[in-house]
């Protein structure tokens, strides 16, 4: 095999000018140890959203009594109750581990987005990264990630080695988003950006290089040069886009400037930055920056201002209120985050499209890592989506499925996207059962 090392990068010739093509971390670096629209008369785009707020809700509080339509909210959903009409709520459905350790917070978020336990071999991209595949790619944002406590952690993957990183600032989110680089869809004139022109092919201008790496580098290494490649064509479809003029979009409108909370875990400031990347996410969606997001809530480490008990610590060590019958200040931290997911969708759904919102052509899967945290239960998961994604769904019932694996929620979300799948998730989790009665 031909020697590379970190230092390698791929050269041509283009327009009369030298580029290079950097390359990702190969094995063959390491030593053996692995040490060293409404103008083209087509429907708006239909988005979808993956919200994740850990340690699910409070057992015997948010199943409502009745399954199908016409369904009321148990106590805990009671603040859901103005989209109860475009939400399903999905109960009795469990996650399975088939023996293997059980990490607590991270197997079953594993197992909710990608389908599978990590068991030290690959794994395969998350649910959102299979549904951008098939929407994501004609908008400047293949998908887009935040968190509501300031941290770079994400919950979204292209694959089991390729995280998508989160944005935690929503000031940064917003230069991001409607920095000097944004185009305004409804804008009377446009010019393209010749920097944009000149850098849509710098892939044909490595080509021999690349095909000759390709052919001196072991199996994996080339799995991982493939999935590099196929990034760095898909920067470039998204460059080609951006010399493009957009589609004007009515609903589209630049937010005024962010004044953030402090970054961190105090449900105050939390509860503030939330309400902003939700109005970023919701300005993006309208502007056609995006039509795929991902938001990690965070919730574990979330903490009242001036006290040091975390949500999760309080899932373990608060005792059972005898009067209550159930955890005093988890119940507290629910409430807020509940309220907080009513008020996301009440951003979405205040953005007018013609006679809906934006909310009616989104589709959001909300989930969470336990059915009762306070035992790390495995069993009866919440699971709800809010939305119709433009028709694709069928909203305002209550599903219960008894030990079914919650990937049936998954795969039917991602066949009604457009996926090709048939089956998806791993040994026990695996499906090929979608849940019909949601499938317009």
């Not at 292209?158 to 990183?165: A, F, L, Q, W």
């Not at 953005?351 to 336990?370: A, I, K, N």
Request: with cysteine.
């Amino acid at each position: 095999m031909a020697k590379f090392d970190r230092r390698t990068v791929l050269r041509g010739v283009m327009s009369g000018g030298a580029v290079t093509v950097g390359l990702p971390l190969l094995n063959c670096f390491l030593d053996n140890n692995g040490t060293a629209l409404a103008a083209t008369g087509e429907s708006l785009p239909v988005c979808f959203g993956h919200y994740y707020q850990a340690l699910g809700l409070n057992p015997g509080m948010w199943i409502p009594s009745k399954i199908g339509a016409g369904y009321e909210n148990n106590i805990q959903l009671k603040v859901l109750d103005p989209f109860k009409e475009r939400m399903n709520v999905f109960s009795g459905m469990r996650y399975f581990l088939d023996g293997r350790p059980h990490e607590t917070h991270t197997s079953t978020v594993q197992i909710c987005t990608t389908g599978a336990v990590f068991d030290g071999g690959p794994i395969g991209p998350s649910l959102d990264s299979k549904i951008a595949d098939v929407i994501g790619k004609r908008s400047r944002f293949r998908s887009l990630e935040v968190t509501f406590h300031g941290s770079r952690g994400s919950r979204s993957r292209r694959s089991g080695s390729s995280v998508n990183p989160s944005e935690g600032s929503p000031a940064a989110l917003y230069k991001r988003i409607f920095g000097p680089e944004f185009i305004d869809p409804n804008a009377a004139d446009f010019t393209p950006d010749p920097f944009v022109l000149a850098q849509r092919s710098v892939l044909s201008a490595v080509t021999e290089q690349r095909q000759n790496l390709m052919r001196q580098v072991d199996a994996t290494d080339r799995a991982r040069l493939d999935e590099y490649f196929t990034s760095v064509r898909e920067i470039e479809q998204q460059l080609e886009l951006e010399s493009q003029k957009p589609d004007p979009l009515p609903a589209c409108s630049v937010p005024g400037a962010m004044e953030e909370a402090t970054p961190g875990s105090v449900v105050e400031d939390i509860v503030v930055n939330g309400r902003l990347m939700a109005r970023l996410l919701a300005h993006a969606m309208a502007c056609g920056q995006t039509r795929v997001f991902n938001v990690d809530t965070g919730s574990g480490s979330w903490r009242h201002a001036g006290s040091a008990v975390a949500w999760h610590t309080a899932t373990h060590e608060e005792s059972i209120d005898k009067t209550l019958g159930y955890q005093k200040e988890v119940f507290a931290f629910l409430t807020v985050a509940n309220q907080l997911f009513a008020d996301f969708l009440h951003i979405l759904d205040s953005v007018r499209e013609g006679p809906g919102t934006l909310l009616d052509r989104s589709l959001v899967l909300w989930q969470t890592d336990h059915g009762d945290a306070r035992i790390h239960s495995n069993e009866d998961i919440p699971v709800m989506t809010a939305g119709r994604a433009g028709g694709l769904i069928k909203t305002g019932m209550h599903l219960r499925a008894p030990g079914d694996p919650c990937c049936r929620v998954g795969l039917t979300v991602m066949q009604a996207f457009g996926v090709p799948l048939s089956t998806w998730g791993d040994r026990s989790n695996q499906t090929s059962k979608t849940i019909t009665e949601i499938v317009a």
